[in-house]
Nanobody, 120 residues
Framework: VQLQASGGGLVQAGGSLRLSCQVS????????MVWYRQAPGEQRELVAG???????NYGDSVWGRFTASRDNAKNALYLQMDSLKPEDTAVYYC???????????????WGQGTQVTVSS
């Protein structure tokens, strides 16, 4: 199973970016999908998560500005980031709980990360 994150870049404060994460490989089903981020010198923090049923949850610092969604048919996760702030600068990672064979427990998989830089 591989996760490929994309969509990061440099944007001015107040701007928007849309991140994507594609899950590929031997997949029976994808359970929860989550975006995390890690800024230099900081611990990794939860940004937003989406269950297989479409329920979402957000970190306090992004609530109301970021929107997470997923396309189950494509095994893809998205993060629409609006009203970006310099403190949103971080490497953003996608995480997915993936069942590879029927009856097996879900495994924990990570993407390689995509850099988001917000200039003031």
């Amino acid at each position: 199973v591989q996760l490929q994150a994309s969509g990061g870049g440099l944007v001015q404060a107040g701007g928007s970016l849309r991140l994507s994460c594609q899950v590929s490989g031997n997949i029976f089903s994808v359970k929860a999908m989550v975006w995390y981020r890690q800024a230099p010198g900081e611990q990794r923090e939860l940004v937003a998560g989406v269950t297989s049923g479409g329920s979402t949850n957000y970190g306090d610092s992004v609530w109301g500005r970021f929107t997470a969604s997923r396309d189950n048919a494509k095994n893809a996760l998205y993060l629409q980031m609006d009203s970006l702030k310099p403190e949103d600068t971080a490497v953003y990672y996608c995480n997915a709980k993936v069942i590879t064979y029927y009856g097996d427990p879900p495994g924990d998989y990570w993407g390689q990360g995509t850099q988001v830089t917000v200039s003031s």
